[in-house]
């Protein structure tokens, strides 16, 4: 019997979820779901051009790990645009270091943590926001992570 998967973690949940061809109907679109962790590993590969080591670090994952859940990932992503298909960013056993918050009033995007209760949009003062983990299964587990590993960085000091 294989071991748990060991939750990765990853920055911040994706501004977008969803992504498809312009001009095709999503209702007739095949879909591929790439995992909130392959989702991270592209990010920090890719966008940011991390190497190997230090983005697995991030992620807290060993660097051949983090090779493979690339590897898979890119494969998704090439499918995606040579194919034509719709592409969700979904699930995986992960923890979120920050939160994205958006404010349903005025549609402005901020960052917090989760260390409290939801804040007020910093632009226009609105309560009304949109916790992104949340929208990804998110939010409480992370809650509780991020208080174990605080108490972790007190413990160590």
């Known amino acids: ?18 992504f498809k061809p ?6 007739g679109l095949e879909q591929i779901a790439l995992s909130l962790d392959e989702y991270e590993a592209v990010r920090l590969a890719d966008y940011l051009q991390l190497e190997h080591e ?3 670090l991030q992620m807290e994952i060993s660097r051949s ?16 645009l040579v194919e034509g298909r719709e592409l969700c960013i979904e699930g995986g056993c992960v923890h979120f270091r920050r939160n994205l918050m958006r404010c349903l009033s005025c549609g402005e995007l901020f960052s917090s943590g989760f260390d409290g209760e939801l804040p007020v949009c910093p632009i226009c003062g609105s309560a009304d926001i949109e916790d ?3 929208g990804f299964g998110h ?9 174990e590993m605080g108490e972790e960085d007190n413990a160590e000091r």
């Open 132 to 134: 992104m983990a949340d």
């Open 65 to 80: 790990t983090f090779t493979r859940l690339l590897e898979r990932a890119r494969k998704k992503v090439a499918t995606f």
């Open 1 to 18: 019997m294989p071991r748990p998967q060991k939750n990765r973690i990853v920055s911040k949940p994706p501004l977008y979820s969803s």
């Open 139 to 147: 939010g409480n587990c992370c809650r509780q992570y991020s208080r």
């Open 54 to 56: 230090e983005a697995a």
């Open 22 to 27: 312009t001009g095709v109907r999503k209702r």
